[in-house]
């Protein structure tokens, strides 16, 4: 994902000059929303202990993905 900066939004302003909307590149857009599912699945699981390494890799080879 880009940084802020380099976004380069559009925005729609109401009749005093106000910014009441932006228009973004669908893509960024969907970086976008991305990136705040992932931080919402970090922040739901954070109290979760983590787990080893050796057993995540265990039960990749287990299930086939290695």
Do not use: W
């Not at 909307?21 to 991305?34: D, F, K, R, T």
């Amino acid at each position: 994902m880009e940084t802020i900066s380099k976004l380069k939004p559009q925005y729609v302003t109401d009749e005093n000059g106000k910014k009441t909307a932006v228009i973004l590149p669908i893509h960024e857009y969907e970086e976008l929303v991305e990136d705040i599912q992932d931080l919402a699945i970090l922040a739901e699981r954070r109290e979760e202990p983590p787990i080893p390494h050796e057993e995540i890799m265990a039960k990749l080879k287990e299930d086939g993905y290695l």
